[in-house]
């Protein structure tokens, strides 16, 4: 009789706690890597050309090399994050051309509509340094996250477009998105027209 209630027991024991359990189970969502940042320092944009401007001493600074690159336009590179701050440059001779620019920048910035799921826009002023412009802050999965322009309303047109080369999936990039506006808005706050 004692070895029944031996064997018993430890039966209804281990019955009790595995009827206590919640059967619940739901996978885990996907995870991503953890993403180091450096630490934030800026150096001087000083080329023979017709702007200046701090750049991130992690990004590395290379001459355009598409096909229909022009003299004095250039990357910065986020080798680290795979990204691109595409800039360029144009000299404006009439107000036209400047007009023109200006809404071929609002057209490229709003041709992601389609898979954005907010584009805030963001006027750019610097009397004191004639600087202006806008910045078009692009969210969801988007080819461009950040676009701006910035013009001294006269003679000079600047335009950034960040991109990624990787597919949009703004949940994952969205750290590092945040971690480059900081350098495009240094960028931005710096920069200035050399003549």
Known sequence: MKLKSFV???FMLLLCFSACQNNDYSPKPKGYYRIEFPKKAYAAFSKPVPYQFQYPVYATIEQDQ???ARANW???H????NGYLHLTY????AKGEYDQMVEDARKLAFKHTIKASAIDQRIINYPQQKVYGIYYAIEGNTASSVQFFLT???KHYFRGA???NERPQYDSIAPVVKFIKTD?????STFRWKN
């Open 78 to 81: 986020f080798k680290q994050f």
């Open 184 to 188: 495009i808005d240094t960028l931005i």
């Open 152 to 154: 001294d309303s006269a």
């Open 90 to 93: 144009y000299d404006v001779s």
């Open 8 to 10: 018993f027991l430890p």
């Open 162 to 164: 960040l991109y990624f």
């Open 66 to 68: 598409s096909r229909d």
């Open 74 to 76: 250039y990357n910065l």
